[in-house]
């Protein structure tokens, strides 16, 4: 079984959790001996991992003739291409060149990040995916996110092969249901050429058989997993005592992740005590809004800003805290609480997010209640019993929760639909 994938990013350079997501599925994957994956990028940066898959750069694939010295591109890419390749459809719908702005070697260039031309790059990248589509050999197309839809169909518009897309958000959860009507097109098109979709939880699937209208027999539940973490990670130490207790909030600081609540529920824990600190973690356009809020509410002595971690910091902070939040007001999965899980620290989810239907060993509150969120949060710092129950079930649940294990249920469907 080949499979070609479509991606927007792949670590270690990520800008959330859909790098994460994507690293861990095809991990978890390739454990199939009989399975091979080819991930496309809009631009590697030459340190991914690629002992269990191969990864295309769509920035170093020639789309244009122009006249090039051909060995020299033999010479840069490990194999020679016919240019007559590159040149003589432009008669297709996605393909009429004359217009792009190609470098040397005839290919489109790709800021590898959410540049603000973010809608010029999708179509580029399905551009791209066209000529990727006639050179490579493989039996389905996986699009990860609205971001590859495009390519996933023009893919399957040249090749004939089966499209496989992963809703691992909708624009219902990014805007709180002001939602943007090119993103949303974007979307609804991918999954009406879709034969199967499979999404990160079923509150995700009600969502797009509701608000998409698509036939839930080809729409699956597919929730993440998590990686066994490295031996490196495992081996971190706590490097603060145990005088104070931390509680840490960790990813995008976006109206979608619910930040603010955090911010507010802290205030009522410092209305109870003033043995507890408080970290936001990550980056985002609300950050300087959550400072000035925790200024506002007199905690900014207790509250901490890091910003955006990656890698090993990530591991780092969370073998230091003492709680994690997860407040989101709408996640579709959220892997974070499992990692944190991983790490034997006590998470608090939101039940509007869609971990919340496969963790149990946890504590699970209302996204908008903060006195909930607070008397959570109070009770695991100064309850010893329920903060060690919930640190060693909750590491036992999450060990178990494997992405070989989802890659066995990926195939299932790649076979069905093959």
Known sequence: MKVLMFGWEFPPHISGGLGTASYGMTKGMAKQSDLEITFCIPRPWGDEDQSF?????????????????????????????????YFDFRDHIYADFNYMNTNDLGCLEFSGRYPDNLQEEINNYSIVAGVVARKEQFDIIHSHDWLTYPAGIHAKQVSGKPLVIHVHATDFDRSRGNVNPTVYAIEKNGMDHAD?????????????????????????????????????YEAIQRTRDDKEKLVTFLGRITMQKGPEYFVEAAALVLQRTHNVRFCMAGSGDMMNAMIRLAAERGIADRFHFPGFMRGKQVYECLKNSDVYVMPSVSEPFGISPLEAMQCNCPSIISKQSGCAEILDKCIKVDYWDTHALADAIYSICTNPSLYTYLRDEGKKEVDAITWEKVGYKIRAIYDKLV
């Open 53 to 85: 898959l191969r990864i295309v750069g769509m920035n170093s694939v020639p789309i244009t003739w122009r006249n090039v010295d051909w060995n020299h591109v033999q010479n840069r890419v490990g194999s020679y291409m016919n240019p007559q390749d």
């Open 196 to 232: 199967h979709i499979m999404c990160v939880s079923e509150l995700t699937r009600q969502t797009v058989i509701s608000k998409y209208y698509q036939d839930p027999a080809k729409v699956t539940t597919m929730h993440n997993a998590v990686e066994p973490l490295p031996a490196e």
